[in-house]
């Protein structure tokens, strides 16, 4: 459009000086714009990136491994104080989880030996994760003494692993293997099937590979960790799975597992991930949906754990909230804005408002601690109060928005209801407030999500509290997702991490929907006059 | 001076009037905080006709006719004194509810202000709000009847559920004058009810005021005084807040008495 210039001084329009002069307002119109766009550019990336960042960390919370068994419910061991005691039944967690051991110690036997290994085996799978099984069990009693399938959550460490995180690693190939013989207990040698001793594998571990990173060594079905590669022999020892014959020529290809991080800086052990891929390749291990995020409550164990509690929480202070603060606030405005003598109390309420609007919201949260928690002796960490303290907070934000939406509603439909006779009471709520309401509802729901969002009020009167149990109702124990997103954070498992940017992505999802929700009820209920 | 001829020349419609007297106004003073409007008017203003209120910008006319309701009443820095007896009775009385008072007294407005609702809601809202409708076939009637008086049936009888505010300004302004006119009142009161009228729209809205005169007594403020000349039958002519002169259209328009007067209608000044 701007590259339409003027002709020059032929112009019969205009002098040189004022085709200059044009020229220059051209060239700052053109700046104007570009400006313009940069900083759409620089918003719009802001936001890309946020989304890209808390989505690509969020993806591997999304899924997870789980364990299959099989297990047997034997009455003994599961319900020893009988079957009609359901209470120990669902608390036995000793005796479900000994299945669980006992199931993992038959598949691996090497590890039965040793308290060490066993206890390394053992933390494949989490005590707590039985409690599933347990209640159903109490619940069931005639499941005792069937063998039912069970599938138990992975240590988080480990699934972390299987889904490509705790290590960088390779995959390389060794060779044709020759003969496997004892050297001591558990130290085995394995020669090369010709007489080169592997020496293509020997010089990439030389170049590629730091030397306390660790290289397992597969061959058949059992996994061994390379010690020295010396002559024509590596030197391995036996970490899981079955031995192949010793001594014989075994004429097998071997591959070899490098993970670069070293052992002792990583929270599962060469052991564990072998026996790991095992129990993949024989399909005991799955990769399924996560919706335990969504179903079940906090856990210590991030492999246990849900936002349920959290959502359910929110859900219900947002509630509360939305009970308390749209009412009151429209009141309010409705009274200031039509109601109330224009003299200096109301200002100073009017100014008064607008101030509440900016205080920080931590001091809402004090509050709340002194008024409803000391005061009025509530209960701690419960919606109830959760969202009483939100409500004061998102009040002025609703006054403000439902005064600028009563505002908007032009004073000749106001002179029109009180001109044929309508109370002041009747024009508001039989004209005003109708024609208002789009804008209010808009200004609530923008509110609420504003409220949703909260943390740091909630810390204060206790919603950071750890809450294993779903609330079933506003005065229960509970937490909210922005406070659990605080909490989580600062887990100090890795697998945290993925779980934390996944409620960030569940509260996100909350906020764009009441948006939504927002931009709809604008839309649909707009009037023009 | 006398000799200076008046601008307007009155059409023959505009007859004398000696109807009985439907408001008295007595030394009305008008404030808004500090600053006095109004200066001491008083006004007969007769039954079954129109009475015109003329004069400049901010002279008054408009804020003395929002005292015939009281509609000063909603700003809270006015203050009105004086009595205003309509039928014998003054309605500053404080017992006297301006809600009651302005279903006796309708008003029309500067700019056509039809609720956003449907044609037939805008003019049952008064009938509703009052009462007057017994039941579903009264409230139509009453509707039928309203728009018919304000001229408007023949075009929205297919279309009543069709928004007011869908309608052209002229029609606009006629549903507002029915709206007003289903309350039944007694008094109608129009805020130059054609001002943001075009000429043929205007046209219309002054035969329909001619023909409400009949049943109602009419006080119109009006700009153009072409306007107060053709409909109006008595005139009061206001400037800086005072009655300078009222009396028959007629009369004021050929032979007015006072200078300020004269200087006005012949275009001096205002």
Redesign the interface.
């Given at each position: 459009m701007t590259d339409a210039q003027p002709p020059k001084s032929t112009s019969p329009f205009g002098s040189e000086a004022a085709i200059a002069r044009l020229k220059d307002r051209h060239a700052a119109e053109r700046r104007f714009k570009l400006y313009g766009q940069l900083a759409i550019g620089i918003a719009l990336s802001a936001l890309f990136v946020l989304a890209y960042s808390i989505i690509s960390n969020a993806a591997p919370a999304f899924t997870k491994h789980e364990i299959v068994f099989h297990l047997t419910l034997d009455a003994e061991t599961v319900a020893p104080n009988g079957v009609e005691d359901t209470q120990a039944t669902a608390s036995n967690i000793s005796g479900f989880y000994s299945l669980i051991q006992d199931d993992l110690r038959e598949t691996f036997p090497e590890a039965a030996t040793e308290r060490q290994l066993r206890r390394e085996l053992y933390a494949l799978v989490t005590r707590l994760a039985v409690l599933d099984i347990a209640r159903e069990t109490a619940e069931t009693p005639a499941l005792i003494g069937t063998t039912k399938r069970f599938t138990a959550p992975l240590s988080d460490d480990l699934d972390l692993y299987l889904k490509g995180g705790i290590t960088a690693r390779r995959t390389l190939t060794v060779g044709q293997a020759g003969r496997l013989s004892v050297l001591e207990s558990g130290l085995y040698s394995l020669s090369d099937s010709g007489p080169d001793g592997f020496p293509e594998f020997k010089a990439k571990i030389e170049t590629d590979t730091a030397a306390d990173s660790s290289v397992l060594i597969r061959l058949q079905d059992a996994w061994f960790r390379l010690e020295a590669h010396s002559g024509a022999m590596l030197t391995l020892t036996h970490l899981a799975g079955a031995l192949p014959q010793l001594g014989e020529q075994q004429s097998a290809e071997i591959s070899a597992l490098v993970l670069f991080v070293a052992q002792a800086n990583r929270a599962v052990s060469d052991r564990q991930i072998a026996w790991a891929i095992l129990l993949q390749e024989k399909g005991r291990i799955r990769r399924k949906q996560n919706f335990d995020l969504l179903t079940k409550a906090d856990s210590t164990y991030p492999e246990l754990a849900g936002a349920a509690a959290a959502i359910v929480g929110s859900i219900f202070t947002m509630l509360i909230t939305a009970f308390f603060a749209i009412p009151v606030g429209i009141l309010a405005a409705v009274y200031l804005e039509e109601f109330a003598?224009?003299n200096r109390l109301t200002n100073m309420i009017e100014v008064n408002i607008n101030n509440l609007a900016a205080v920080p919201s931590i001091i809402f949260g004090l509050l709340g601690a002194a008024v409803f928690l000391n005061f009025f002796g509530m209960p701690r960490s419960v919606p109830l109060v959760g969202g009483l303290v939100l409500g004061l907070l998102v009040l002025p934000t609703v006054i403000i928005a439902s005064r600028a939406a009563l505002k908007s509603v032009?004073p000749?439909?106001r002179?029109?209801?009180?001109?044929?006779?309508?109370?002041?009471t009747?024009a508001v709520f039989?004209?005003t407030l109708p024609?208002a309401a789009p804008g209010i509802m808009t200004g609530a729901i923008i509110a609420m999500a504003r409220a949703l969002g909260e943390t740091a009020p909630l810390l204060l009167i206790g919603m950071v509290a750890f809450v294993n149990e779903v609330p079933t109702g506003p005065d229960q124990e509970s937490t909210a997702l922005p406070v659990l997103i605080y909490k989580w954070f600062s887990g100090a498992e890795r697998a945290w991490e993925p779980m934390t940017s996944a409620v960030i992505v569940i509260l996100l999802v909350f906020l764009i929907l009441m948006n939504l929700v927002a931009v709809l009820v604008r839309r649909r209920f707009e009037?023009?006059? | 001076m006398a000799s200076a001829t008046p601008l307007i020349t009155p059409v023959v419609r505009a007859e004398r009037t000696d109807n009985p007297i439907k408001i008295d106004c007595r030394n009305i003073n008008v404030f808004y905080a500090d600053n006095q409007a109004i200066h001491d008017i008083s006004l007969l203003i007769p039954d079954r006709a129109v009475t015109a209120f003329i004069g400049p910008s901010g002279c008054g006319k408009s804020t003395f006719l929002r005292c015939l309701n009281r509609m000063n009443d909603t700003i809270d820095i006015a203050r009105v004194d004086g009595k205003i007896m309509m039928d014998g009775a003054d309605i500053n009385d404080p017992a006297i509810d301006p809600v009651l008072l302005r279903s006796r007294v309708g008003m029309v407005f500067q700019k056509p202000n039809p609720f956003p609702k449907s044609i037939y809601d805008n003019v049952a809202y008064g009938a509703r709000i009052h009462g007057l409708a017994s039941g579903k076939s009264d409230l139509d009637r009453i509707i039928e009847k309203s728009l018919h008086r304000a001229g408007l049936w023949e075009e929205v009888k297919d279309r009543l559920a069709a928004p007011g505010t869908s309608l052209s300004g002229g029609q606009q302004q006629r549903l507002c004058i029915a709206r007003a006119i289903a309350v039944n009142p007694e008094v109608i009161l129009m805020d130059e009810p054609c001002s943001a009228l075009d000429p043929i729209a205007t046209a219309r809205i002054e035969e329909l005021i001619d023909e409400l005169r009949e049943r109602y007594c009419i006080v119109m403020v009006t700009h153009s005084m072409q306007q107060a000349a053709r409909v109006s039958q008595r005139t009061a002519f206001f400037h800086l807040g005072k009655l300078i002169e009222v009396g028959d259209t007629e009369t004021i328009f050929t032979n007015p008495t006072n200078q300020r007067t004269q200087d006005y209608i012949t275009g001096r000044f205002g």
């Open positions: 003598p224009k032009p000749s439909i002179t029109a209801a009180l001109g044929l006779g309508a109370s002041k009747q039989h004209h024609l009037r023009r006059w | -």
